[in-house]
C-alpha cells in the first residue's frame, strides 16, 4: 500500500505502525484473557470452601413422644422401667435429630414454632429411629 503524502511514499512507516498497534491489542486481549482466568479459579476456590447453605425443616416432636407413650402404655410397664424407655428415647431422638442435621444441612425446629414454608421430615425421622435402633439399644457410631 503506497500513500503519497506532500509528495513522498510512507508505505514502509504505516506497515510499521499497523503491526506494531496489531501487537499492542494481542498483548491487551491475552492481558484480559488471563485476568478472567485468574478471577474464574479465585472464585471457584471460595466457592470450594464455602460452607453449604442450610435449610429449615420441622418435626413434629410431640407426636413423637404421644406415639411412644402410647405404644409404652400398652405394654403395663413398671414407673421405673417406664421412665428409663422415655429417657432413653428420647436421647435416641436426640441422637437422630442431630445427625440427620449434621449429614443433610438442615435445621430443625418443632412443627408447633414454623407456620409455614418448610418441609416437614417426621416421617423421615420416624423411619430412621425404626431402622438404626436394634432393639433398645442404639448405635451410636452410624
Known sequence: MNIIVNGTKKTKKIKNYFSM?????VQYV???LFGMLGSLIILMIFMFFQKPSLNVGTVNITGLV?????????KNLSPDLMR?????????????????SKQKNIIF????????G???YTSTIINTINDTYVGN???KNK
Open 118 to 120: 418448610s418441609h416437614d
Open 137 to 139: 439399644h442404639y448405635e
Open 21 to 25: 498497534m496489531k501487537d499492542e491489542h
Open 109 to 116: 425446629f418443632p412443627s408447633e414454632a414454623v407456620i409455614a
Open 66 to 74: 404421644d406415639r411412644f407413650i402410647k405404644e409404652e402404655a400398652k
Open 84 to 100: 428409663n424407655e422415655v429417657k432413653e428415647f428420647g436421647e435416641k431422638m436426640e441422637f437422630v435429630l442431630s445427625n440427620y
Open 30 to 32: 491475552y492481558s484480559l
